[in-house]
């Protein structure tokens, strides 16, 4: 912390510049140096002369070999302009003049450490010239971001990033939530919140949808532990959408048979064990959506609503094809004559299926509630229209002419 030492004593216009002894018994040689070679700025102005060499002694008293972080050191700086801003024994001007003087000093250290980091990042080496699918990256693209850590620059492409995150994030074991630090995958160092910040801002920059994820990440202050327990249902839900929509079918098919079997009215399929498996879980990944929600969700309401959703839309389906999953022959006809034999037949999997989005039921604006469910949590009987009002008012002025008559 030399450099801070120097830019205090240059502000204060001092002829030599004086440091405390690594020996803290010496203590009284660091004030007779500063008596005996700063007596003209002493006179000039002893009061922030010596605030500012006490400070600087307290400084380093404080930061320990141990405890000589960035964090450590930026909270001792602030709890010296603390102790001087509220100490009764100085004047208003007097305080006022220090926190000028530790603001000039503040904006020259900053300055100087931001101008030693933009330094060190042109001077160092890019580790990598393609993204995580080695696509060559053209650093001057848009979408590049370099993050430099440890000594090294790294390129990544936002679209890496965001996928990285998102997986770091949303993982889950069990369906309980554990999140990962977000890590730098090519020397597997956590990434830390300055990096963090940087790529936050940089994808907002880039005017592309910010992952719900890293925002709900960046509000909890890069806190995993807050962000696993304030988000805990966001997770859940967002990890049922993932494991529905990225498993491969051949780990969803069984599932897929548990749910149809588990309904009242598609337990009634019988679906053939020779089923194009890729298919027909294709066809049940949003059946299998509203079911993993009914069961797992930690959202009361989604829970609730996605059970009535997954009958009402499994009875659509089975209403639809009550044959679907079996295996259908057809017999071949030559001319007129029918061909008893299985190998003169079409053989094939009835896997004819209703569109699952019903798009009757989409609304053209946000102002309006539609729920046609009467079991909804949201379906309140007691509520009036004011469409129905109107026809109420409507009936009353009916009422009134027919008195006139």
């Not at 030399?2 to 002894?21: E, G, H, V």
């Not at 979408?143 to 990285?164: C, E, H, S």
């Not at 962000?227 to 599932?255: G, K, Q, W």
């Not at 299926?353 to 046609?372: E, I, R």
């Amino acid at each position: 912390m030399k450099t801070f030492y120097s830019i205090i004593q240059r502000n204060l216009n001092a002829t030599r510049y004086i440091f405390p002894n690594e020996d803290k018994r010496l203590i009284h040689e660091y004030y007779l140096s500063l008596y005996k070679h700063e007596e003209e700025i002493l006179n000039r102005n002893p009061f922030l002369v010596l605030t500012w060499y006490d400070a600087i002694f307290y400084f380093h008293l404080n930061c320990k070999p141990e405890q000589k972080t960035m964090a450590h050191r930026t909270k001792t700086k602030f709890e010296i302009l603390q102790g001087v801003t509220e100490n009764m024994f100085f004047s208003m001007a007097q305080k006022e003049e220090f926190f000028t003087s530790f603001s000039k000093v503040q904006k020259i250290y900053h300055a100087l450490a931001k101008f030693g980091r933009i330094c060190k990042i042109k001077l160092s080496e890019t580790q990598n010239e393609e993204d995580l699918y080695m696509t060559p990256i053209n650093k001057n693209d848009k979408n590049v971001i370099r993050i430099y850590q440890k000594g090294t620059n790294y390129l990544f492409v936002a679209k890496d990033l965001i996928n990285l995150i998102n997986k770091s994030l949303s993982n889950n074991v069990n369906y309980f939530c554990e999140a990962l630090q977000v890590k730098n995958p090519y020397t597997n160092l956590p990434f830390s919140k300055a990096i963090l910040c940087n790529i936050y801002f940089f994808i907002k920059m880039l005017g592309m949808p910010t992952p719900i994820l890293f925002h709900l990440f960046f509000v909890s202050g890069f806190d995993l532990n807050k962000f696993s327990i304030d988000n805990e249902c966001v997770l859940r839900d967002i990890f049922i959408y993932n494991y529905v929509h990225n498993t491969p079918a051949p780990f969803l098919y069984n599932a897929s048979i548990l749910m149809i079997y588990a309904n009242n009215h598609t337990q009634k399929w019988m679906i053939s064990d020779e089923v194009d498996k890729e298919e027909f879980v294709k066809i049940m990944r949003p059946y299998l959506y509203l079911h993993e929600l009914s069961k797992y969700s930690l959202n009361n309401d989604k829970r609730h609503i996605s059970s009535i959703e997954l009958n009402r839309s499994l009875k659509r389906f089975y209403d639809f094809n009550p044959f679907f999953g079996r295996k259908m022959v057809t017999p071949r006809r030559t001319g007129s004559v029918l061909l008893p034999s299985t190998s003169a037949a079409s053989i094939r999997t009835n896997l004819v299926h209703p569109l699952f989005h019903d798009k009757t039921t989409h609304t053209h604006t946000h102002t309006a509630w539609q729920c046609d469910d009467d079991d909804s949590p949201f379906n309140n009987h007691n509520h009036v229209s004011h469409n129905e009002e109107d026809d109420d008012d409507d009936d009353d002025d009916d009422d009134d002419d027919d008195d006139i008559e």
